[in-house]
């Protein structure tokens, strides 16, 4: 059976250009920062949960990084993804997965770095949360690095039809717990394609 979650995004990527969405951008200039700094090794592994139609696998692969994991809760925009980089080297060795994060069964200290970017603001259930916590804490190896960017104090109340949540620094890090410790935090405007401007706060930390 198709979880409603599921079926609201395959409908949305299946109906909107990749680069229409409002959490579109070219290139992903801050993640690629942060994840370069958390692994200099390009053999480091790396998962992007809610990776989608997101361009960010495009420019690891094109880093020399090997190790990548692409996880979404849509097949729609999972196989988007998998055909348009089909021809780039390394691609064969991407890692798709298709799955709730908040349900997925990932494999215990398995990565170097957990990238989200525009995930976890949609969970507005504390036991959604928690599950994704729970999920990031047995995945990450100690040690390892967590980025995750969700709308700001002044980010938008909804997105793609759904309520969100919005943090600061302070507030999504203690989501996490003392688990994980905050080593920065920044905000970032992000223009949408339509040109609307939406606050973004990018919290790095590091699994204990």
């Known amino acids: ?10 409908t949305v990527y299946r109906t909107r250009p990749h680069d229409a969405v409002s959490w579109y951008r070219a290139h992903l200039e801050r993640s690629l920062e942060l994840i370069r700094r958390s692994a200099s090794n390009r053999s480091a592994a790396i998962i992007d949960v809610g990776g989608g139609e997101s361009t960010l696998v495009d420019d690891l692969l094109a880093e020399c990084y090997r190790d990548l994991t692409v996880l979404d809760i849509s097949a729609t925009a999972i196989d988007f993804a998998r055909r ?19 349900q997925a069964d990932l494999p215990a200290a398995r990565y170097d770095v957990w990238h989200d970017r525009a995930v976890f603001h949609f969970l507005t259930k ?8 729970r999920s990031v804490a047995h995945a990450v190896r100690p040690g390892g690095h967590v980025i995750i960017a969700t709308f700001g104090p002044q980010g938008p109340q909804k997105c793609s039809g759904l309520d969100v949540v919005r943090y600061d620094a302070a507030a999504l890090h203690a989501q996490f717990g003392r688990s994980f410790r905050l080593l920065e935090s920044a905000t970032e405007l992000h223009r949408t394609p339509s040109g609307a401007e939406q606050q973004f706060l ?5 699994a204990e």
């Open 1 to 10: 059976m198709i979880e409603p979650a599921q079926s609201h995004w395959d």
């Open 84 to 102: 348009r980089i089909a021809g780039l080297e390394g691609a064969a060795g991407v890692n798709w997965r298709v799955a709730d994060i908040t």
């Open 126 to 133: 504390p036991e959604e949360r928690a599950a994704y916590v």
């Open 202 to 206: 990018y919290c790095l930390c590091k």
